[in-house]
């Protein structure tokens, strides 16, 4: 899916001119025919657009050709809201002197506010804006789903007192793969927060890198910039610290959880090996006065009252004396 914004009097408006100076190109899940599109009318380089659409891609800043990629990696819930996975997919930020392309695999919320123009303060063509934007947005989604994460955590807690199911043991185990998702592109996006930070501190004739050099020649950051990247980072730490409180929780749940099933296991099997026990005892009686041979009070009329009634006295003892062993 291929759309393109331009700010026009302060109001949001599709375009079809992809080279038109200003213009915000919104690529999810892009066919061949739209990336060559954006690479010849946007003038894109084909490797900085096609990292973005690659699973395992880590985060990172790149320049090539006086075009800058931050790539970053984003939240995402799937499935039904009772039983939803968490996930995190790559996004790429192209930013050339006239564009501003992002791109990824799947359909996420955090472009929406943008595209419906919610966010009065968003302008297609102030691009560093733009950017600090979008990884703002990605930090307060990342902190939205720690917390329900950590709700539907308790929600299943909540659930295995009382059935102790298989079913909720694995939504736990994938709540703890989510959240070791979400820790993992939390600290890569760190790293990129962190770069973009350092970038901007150092003063421009001390960049002898080139590439450092047409990074700050890109992003050209004011000082009201400068304290939105503060809270961004801010943010993502938060996210951070919550996603190991709660890995650490989750974790702790599971071997808990893990433990009592555990022990639950060994109690029935202690009560049925007891009602074994217990049951043999008048098995054993049985057995013997069931023997073709003689047998004492094989000829009394009493014989069988007097064989049920001392079977029932062992199984009296039997129970007694397991039930002082803690056995019942």
């Keep these: 899916m291929l759309k393109s914004y331009l700010t026009v009097n302060n109001g949001m408006t599709q375009t079809a001119n992809l080279a ?12 061949e025919a739209e990336l060559t599109q954006v690479i010849t009318e946007a003038k894109i380089n084909p490797d900085l657009l ?8 880590r985060s990172r800043i790149t320049v090539e050709d006086a075009q800058l990629l931050i790539l970053i ?12 996975l968490y996930d995190t997919v790559p996004l ?41 934007q979008i990884l703002l947005k990605t930090a ?3 902190l939205r789903y720690l917390k329900q994460i ?27 793969k989510s959240l070791v998702y979400f820790t993992t592109s939390l600290r890569a996006n760190e790293i990129v927060m962190e770069k973009l930070l350092r970038l901007q501190l150092r003063p421009f004739h001390t960049a002898v ?46 071997d808990a959880f893990a433990s009592i099933i555990s022990n639950n296991l060994n109690i029935v099997m202690k009560f049925l090996t007891s009602v074994t026990i217990v049951m ?21 009329p009493w014989a069988f009252g007097m064989t049920i009634t001392f079977s029932l006295l062992l199984v009296v003892v039997g129970v007694v004396l397991l039930r002082r062993k803690n056995m019942f």
């Design 150 to 176: 950590d709700r539907k955590s308790g929600e299943i807690e909540s659930q295995l007192h009382k059935s102790m199911k298989n079913e909720e043991l694995i939504k736990l185990l994938n709540l703890e």
């Design 50 to 57: 096609r990292a973005a659409l690659d699973e395992e891609e």
């Design 20 to 31: 038109e100076k200003g213009v915000w190109i919104h690529l999810i899940s892009p066919t």
């Design 140 to 142: 307060c989604y990342f």
């Design 280 to 300: 043999a005892l008048p098995t054993m009686v049985a057995s013997f006065f069931g023997m073709n041979v003689a047998v004492p009070f094989q000829h009394s």
């Design 209 to 254: 890198d080139p590439d450092t050099a047409m990074t700050n020649q890109i992003l050209k950051m004011f000082p009201d910039d400068e304290d939105l990247l503060e809270d961004v980072i801010t943010e993502n730490k938060q996210a951070i610290e919550m996603a190991g409180i709660y890995s650490n929780i989750l974790s702790g749940t599971m």
């Design 92 to 132: 790429g930020m192209i930013i050339n002197e006239n564009t501003m392309v992002t791109v990824c695999l799947k359909e996420n919320p955090i472009f929406t506010d943008f595209e419906y123009a919610k966010d009065k303060t968003f302008h297609t063509f102030k691009r560093t804006r733009f950017v600090l």
């Design 73 to 84: 990696n984003i939240p995402l819930s799937e499935g039904p809201d009772g039983n939803l």
